[in-house]
């Protein structure tokens, strides 16, 4: 949504924001930092922009609901993301030279208008968190068959050890060794 921010430029005082974001972002898309993760309703968006003497500042809070899998035993994981914005809000012709990251700190107007989907956008992506789990104390997956291990012990046998343990288990055997002599 682009917030047309002329009347505050013209000596409003408060500019009201309450909107819903459509978050068209694909799950399967493995090049996004939201990979893996959907949002079956849209993002709920409240704030204002408050004037003082020239000096604007944005205030956002915002909610989603989202869908992931956990991180050990991909099982789905639902919930309700919150997320805050302040910012202040500038035209473009006033912040000169800035560097990128300090215009970073301002939402920034221009022509009159403020985009606020990219911001929120890229505030989801900086925020939310890139790994769930169902629960706390989730088994995950066995390693050699796949069975679920919050659902019961599986019938293989993890008698050899993982192979990326080897050098570990090697230190190991040399201290042993070493205590004995």
């Not at 430029?9 to 898309?29: F, K, V």
């Not at 403020?114 to 992506?125: C, I, S, T, V, Y």
């Not at 008698?159 to 090697?170: F, G, I, T």
Request: glycine share 6%; net charge negative.
């Amino acid at each position: 949504m682009k917030l047309d921010l002329r009347p505050l430029l013209s000596g409003e005082r408060l500019l009201n924001i309450d909107y819903e974001l459509p978050l068209d972002i694909d799950p399967d898309d493995t090049s996004g930092f939201l990979y893996g993760t959907s949002f079956p309703s849209p993002m709920k968006v409240k704030g204002d922009i408050t004037n003082t003497a020239g000096y604007m500042r944005m205030v956002i809070h915002a909610t989603v609901d989202y869908v992931a899998q956990c991180g050990r035993c991909l099982a789905p994981v639902t919930g309700s993301f919150s997320l805050d914005l302040e910012k202040t809000v500038a035209p473009r012709n006033l912040l000169g030279e800035l560097t990128e990251d300090k215009l970073d700190d301002f939402a920034i107007i221009e022509d009159g208008f403020l985009d606020m989907d990219e911001q929120l956008r890229e505030q989801l992506e900086m925020e939310f968190p890139v790994r769930f789990l169902c629960r706390e104390d989730c088994k995950g997956l066995c390693p050699k068959c796949g069975q679920n291990l919050n659902e019961g012990t599986c019938s293989c046998s993890l008698k050899e050890p993982d192979p990326r343990l080897a050098p570990l288990a090697k230190i190991l055997e040399d201290m042993k060794k070493n205590n004995n002599k």
